[in-house]
């Protein structure tokens, strides 16, 4: 198991180039299932997420290839049962029931378990496909979905705590073969269902209103393959946004969209950092002192759960009081106790941690818990003074492609040591 040292206290200066979305990506690739095609998907990051997702779709029967970022499936044949020992590594991996039903109208795949940050039910997902026509059944920690054909309908994704993502993008990945039109009201609006949509509509879909809470959805005979890449993945860039606020410097990130980053980067403004580009390049330098900051997690285009503990850890030494408030997964904080026990002065009150500006952090053995939790603590090693080692860093392997390396080329005093 990898270990992460960081010697901190090193600004970071320099351009890093920013990878393509994971969130993206594993729902693209899903899609795949959707044709006998072949379909090519370039811009795919070197990630352990995406490599199980690729295991599962050549589990499923599909040609998997795989060249420098550039993967290509061919899933001439499909099987419509993905079980634990494949799906288990992997959240995400539920999002291959959509695909499997458009195109199989069965599908079985082992349920999901709960998270580090809360509970994870797939009951609007669920729900979306018993109106499409599908009959569930939750047996022996799996979960079937079956129809004997699927027909339009209206649907309304909007759980306890607002939309789903995935649950959006399994119900259109069903939608888009079925007959009749399909409406999903309460849609969610990401930029990475977005570009579902767009890869979709490439393979012959008929999907409009993807980025609005309303998805039409005029189900078609079928797919063909197609050519997508895949967007810039806004969290990572969000992520090596706040390194360079956070180890001070002047870091440059490229290749991004800068609307995908509004509600970071107005954060980061109101938080005294220079944020400005042109042309899906975009800098970010000190312009005067840290300023404290209460902000609110929302669904797009608010501020995103996924840069929710980052952020904890940039205002850990902002002057006064902040607060961060998480309304999507009300229990992801495991962060905290790890940036306590870096001297941040952070409390929990329900769904917010309030948090009190100290002057400094000191490095200390931590442990990280889940992807976003592990970035915050790689964010603060930067800032703290003396030596911060990360344990179980194969969190962060799930989700950002060489962090370590890149912020290396920065600057950062990092290394990555074998155990
Ligand atoms: N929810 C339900 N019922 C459902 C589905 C979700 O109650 O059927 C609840 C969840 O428990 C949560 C809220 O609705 O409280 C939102 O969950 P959502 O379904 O939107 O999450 P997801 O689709 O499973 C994706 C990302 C997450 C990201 C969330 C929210 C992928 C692979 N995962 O998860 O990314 O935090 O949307 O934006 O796209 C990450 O990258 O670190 C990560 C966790």
Do not use: W
């Not at 959240?91 to 029931?97: G, M, N, P």
């Not at 959006?168 to 930029?191: F, K, Q, S």
């Not at 940036?339 to 948090?355: H, N, Q, S, V, Y």
């Not at 500006?357 to 976003?372: E, I």
């Amino acid at each position: 198991m990898d270990k992460i040292i960081i010697h901190g206290g090193h600004p970071l200066t320099g351009t890093v180039k920013i990878s393509g979305s994971k969130n993206s990506a594993l729902p693209i690739l899903a899609a795949t299932l959707l044709t006998k095609d072949p379909c090519v998907i370039q811009r795919v990051p070197d990630l352990s997420d995406v490599h199980y997702m690729l295991q599962i779709l050549a589990h499923l029967g599909a040609e998997v290839e795989r060249a420098s970022g550039v993967v290509t499936v061919k899933a001439e044949e499909v099987k419509s049962v993905a079980p634990y020992e494949i799906v288990r590594k992997m959240r995400a991996s539920i999002c291959v029931l959509g695909p499997l039903l458009g195109r199989e109208k069965e599908a079985t795949v082992s349920l999901p378990g709960g998270c580090v940050i809360g509970d994870r039910p797939i009951d609007l997902h669920l729900r979306g496909f018993e109106a499409l026509g599908a009959a569930v059944r939750v047996h022996g920690g799996n979960v079937k979905v079956l129809a004997p054909s699927l027909h339009g309908a209206t649907i309304s994704l909007k759980g306890k705590f607002g939309t789903t993502v995935l649950g959006t993008d399994n119900v259109m990945m069903a939608a888009v073969l079925a007959d009749g039109t399909t409406i999903i009201e309460d849609a969610a609006r990401e930029p990475e269902v977005v570009d579902l949509a767009n890869f979709l509509n490439k393979m012959g879909a008929q999907i409009t209103g993807a980025g609005s809470s309303q998805i039409v959805i005029e189900g078609v005979k079928e797919l063909h393959g197609a050519e997508h890449e895949v967007i810039p993945d806004r969290i990572e860039a969000g992520t090596f946004l706040i390194a360079g606020a956070i180890a001070g410097g002047k870091v440059t990130i490229n290749r991004v969209r800068f609307d995908h980053l509004a509600a970071l980067t107005d954060a980061l403004l109101a938080c005294g950092f220079y944020v400005g580009g042109a042309n899906g390049v975009l800098t970010i330098h000190a312009n005067g002192s840290l300023k404290s900051l209460h902000l609110k997690t929302q669904p797009y285009p608010g501020f995103p759960t996924d840069m929710q503990a980052q952020m904890c850890a940039l205002l850990a030494t902002a002057p006064g009081e902040s607060s961060v408030t998480e309304s999507i997964f009300p229990q992801r904080f495991m962060h905290i106790s790890e940036l306590k026990r870096m001297g941040a002065a952070i409390e929990l009150d329900g769904a917010t941690a309030k948090i009190r500006g100290v002057d400094s952090l000191s490095g200390a053995p931590v442990m990280a818990s889940d992807l976003r939790a592990s970035a915050a603590l790689v964010l603060a090693g930067l800032l703290a003074e003396g030596k911060t080692e990360i344990n179980r860093v194969y969190h962060i392997d799930r989700g950002y492609e060489m962090l370590d390396d890149k912020l290396g080329e920065l600057g950062a005093h990092i290394e990555r040591v074998k155990v």
